[in-house]
């Protein structure tokens, strides 16, 4: 499979604090994006950084990207309750059409 | 701003049942993805399409077919509900190749 992964599954913070999720992938990508779910719901994309892009900032939202690590971060900034969710990576692959998701990081923030 | 309609929120199925899964764009976009979510397991790739008529293997076909015979519609079909396709549901159309899914709500399918 070329699912990537996605660290740590679970992630509990209090609020006003920083958030920090991982993904890693298997093969080079045309670009990679982070998507949002509330509960219950369907994914809402957040942000798209392309294979030759480092970094991108989107409001409290920063993501890297490291094609030598194969690998990118999402970190969410001063975060609330309302961050609340489930947060996936997924990757479009060099040369391919499909998106493909890792498994999510599931935040809970405590108010 | 794009709307992607899944007919269904939740629906309960019997073991052997031929059950449709719709799904509905209205920004006219190429290409549609359906996906199934289960616990620890994240997304995963049904089928495809990128033009009516055509369609793609995902990582997880098997059990599955689908249909588009119009561009804003894509129907997943399960031809023999199995227990083991009790699942989340997840539609999702695109404009081009590579570009940020629009997900509808997903449909929660039992099979019992």
């Known amino acids: 499979s070329q699912q990537g992964e996605e660290d740590p599954q679970a992630l509990s913070i209090q609020e006003g604090e920083n958030a920090t999720m991982n993904c890693s992938y298997k093969t080079s990508i045309n670009n990679l994006q982070w998507y949002r779910q509330n509960s219950g719901r369907g994914l809402v994309h957040l942000i798209l950084i392309r294979s030759n892009e480092r970094e991108k900032h989107s409001g409290r939202l920063r993501v890297t990207l490291d094609t030598s690590k194969k690998s990118s971060s999402l970190l969410i900034t001063a975060s609330r309750a309302a961050d609340t969710a489930s947060y996936f990576c997924?990757?479009?692959?060099?040369?391919?059409?499909?998106?493909?998701f890792g498994a999510g990081t599931r935040l809970f923030v405590k108010a | 701003d794009v709307k992607v309609t899944q007919s269904s929120r939740y629906l309960v199925k019997r073991t052997g049942e031929k059950v449709f899964l719709e799904c509905v764009q209205d920004?006219?976009?190429?290409?549609m993805f359906w996906y199934r979510q289960d616990p620890g397991l994240g997304l995963r790739l049904i089928y495809f399409s990128y033009d009516v008529k055509m369609k793609e293997k995902g990582d997880i076909p098997e059990g599955y077919s689908v249909s588009r015979e119009k561009k804003e519609r894509f129907s997943l079909i399960l031809e023999s509900a199995s227990t083991n396709q009790t699942s989340m549901y997840l539609c999702a159309s695109s404009p081009t190749g590579g570009s940020p899914l629009h997900f509808g709500n997903g449909t929660r399918l039992t099979v019992t």
């Open positions: 997924a990757t479009v692959y060099t040369g391919g059409f499909k998106t493909i």
């Open positions: 920004m006219d976009h190429e290409n």
